[in-house]
């Protein structure tokens, strides 16, 4: 096998329609069978975990879902004639009504560098629809999960944005100093009951998936028992396969994990109808984002079923959310023009440089994203000024978009209560300027 050298999402919600037979797959190695452990260094985004490899030989972005049991390539078909060897089956995802294809191959090769697997099954999925760069703004081609991680025990830290993998029959850590839980798997994926307290005092015993693929706090299902608290507010808590996720946005009054007690965490409620696209299984009732998951250092084993957790230096961080009300979204890219200037002598007698002509600029081309404006959060500090669904975001505090990531987009818009953000947006062919004043609906 050719072994390339290693090298430096939003979420979605899939579940099978049709029952199909598994064929047995390799394990994922390590490529030395003498280490104990090794360190696979994620790019973290939104709290995302972004990890770089190579499928195929082709590199290759994943996003490590702790709630996804299969592995999913967003991808086109060179030649149609690979379709006849593949296994099709249907797929259905948040915001789509209708089904989406997705073609099962085999002996598939993932290699991460310190580890690899062969013989992986891959579920291709050639919908355009899927388009986890344009919601992250960086190029995410992939989702992996169980297939990864049931093979070893892992430690995950979003403080040194690192995944310290371990050999089962090498890990020797005692592990003291963090509280041992057990969780229960539903179709391969973790689930923690845990006690909640909420708003008007009453407390129930939920259960939560932890999911490192949602960038979110707390989610939890409204049904008969459970509904949104009357001071909640309308809310876009998430992207689906083409719609933006709407709920209602509320607090918590405290939820019990292990010896930690959590107060005052936000939480968004999703209505009944929605939330059946992600209670396939019907044994949840909520689901356990990486905001909540960031704030502890944490070992998953899920050969015993057990994770530990201890918290980090994020644990009282409650700053991150958005206070801007604006839900922006990257829908794609243009090609533009630009003169560039050409450094001429100044002459030395008169201080004053040649006039410029047409041969003193030369045109190089720029790739520019386009930022957009999808939705607006009701009530919200962009809902109160001149700012429109399909704007165009150009400048932020005068920077441009071109040159800053959806990280240090996001860092900006939840930035301290009251803090002024000027805006340089297109409506058209018109460039507009407006400015905001940051607020947290939550309070």
Same mark, same amino acid.
């Given at each position: 096998m050719n072994r390339l050298k290693y090298r430096a999402v939003i979420f979605l919600i899939f579940a099978v329609f049709n029952c199909i037979q598994i064929r047995s797959q390799d394990e994922f190695k390590f490529a030395d069978q003498d280490k104990r452990a090794v360190t696979l260094k994620f790019k973290s985004l939104n709290n995302l975990i972004i990890l770089p490899a190579t499928l195929n030989g082709e590199s290759i972005n994943f996003l490590v879902d702790t709630g996804v049991n299969k592995t999913k390539v967003f991808a086109e078909v060179k030649d149609s004639t690979v379709l006849e060897r593949a296994e099709f089956i249907s797929l259905r995802s948040l915001g789509s009504s209708d089904p989406v294809k997705a073609y099962k191959t085999t002996d598939n090769t993932i290699d991460f560098g310190p580890i690899y697997g062969?013989?992986?099954? @891959? !579920?291709? =999925?050639?919908?355009?629809?899927?388009?986890?760069?344009?919601? &992250?703004?960086?190029? @995410?081609?992939?989702?992996?999960?169980?297939?990864?991680?049931? +093979?070893? =025990?892992?430690?995950?830290? !979003? #403080? *040194?944005?690192?995944?310290?993998? !371990?050999? +089962?029959?090498?890990? #020797? *850590?005692?592990? %003291?100093?963090?509280?041992?839980?057990?969780?229960?798997?539903?179709?391969?994926?973790? +689930?923690?009951?845990?006690? @909640?307290?909420?708003?008007?005092?009453?407390?129930?015993?939920?259960?939560?998936?932890?999911?490192?693929?949602?960038s979110d706090a707390f989610w939890i299902f409204e049904n008969d028992e459970i509904t949104a608290p009357k001071n909640s507010f309308e809310d876009y808590v998430g992207y689906g396969l083409e719609l933006v996720v709407s709920g209602k946005r509320s607090k918590l009054k405290s939820v019990n994990i292990g010896n930690y007690d959590l107060e005052m965490p936000r939480v968004a409620y999703i209505d009944s109808t929605s939330a059946k696209l992600f209670t396939a299984d019907r044994y949840k009732n909520g689901i356990i984002g990486s905001e909540i998951l960031r704030r502890f250092v944490t070992f998953f084993d899920y050969n015993n079923r057990n994770v530990y957790i201890k918290s980090s230096a994020s644990y009282n961080d409650n700053s991150n959310y958005d206070r801007s009300g604006l839900i922006l979204l990257f829908v794609g890219e243009e090609i533009r023009s630009v003169k560039t200037p050409i450094l001429v002598k100044i002459d030395e007698e008169t201080n004053y440089s040649k006039t410029n002509t047409a041969k003193d600029f030369e045109i190089r081309l720029e790739i520019s994203k386009i930022l957009e404006v999808v939705k607006i959060r009701p009530n919200s500090p962009a809902s109160e000024i001149d700012i429109l669904e399909g704007d *165009? =975001?150009?400048? &932020?505090?005068?920077? #441009? @978009?071109? %040159?800053?990531? $959806? /990280?240090?987009?996001?860092?900006? $818009?939840?930035?301290? /209560?009251?803090k002024r953000i000027k805006i340089q947006l297109q409506r058209g062919k018109a460039i507009l300027k407006r400015e905001l004043f940051l607020r947290s609906q939550l309070n």
């Open positions: 062969d013989n992986q099954e @891959v !579920y291709y =999925i050639i919908d355009q629809r899927y388009d986890l760069a344009s919601k &992250l703004g960086i190029n @995410v081609q992939g989702i992996i999960g169980y297939d990864l991680l049931k +093979h070893f =025990i892992f430690r995950l830290n !979003y #403080n *040194r944005n690192s995944l310290r993998i !371990y050999q +089962h029959d090498k890990f #020797n *850590r005692k592990l %003291r100093r963090f509280e041992k839980l057990e969780f229960r798997t539903i179709r391969n994926k973790p +689930h923690l009951q845990l006690p @909640v307290k909420f708003l008007d005092g009453s407390n129930k015993e939920l259960v939560f998936l932890l999911d490192t693929g949602s *165009r =975001i150009l400048k &932020l505090d005068g920077k #441009n @978009v071109n %040159r800053m990531n $959806l /990280e240090e987009i996001n860092n900006l $818009l939840r930035s301290e /209560e009251g």
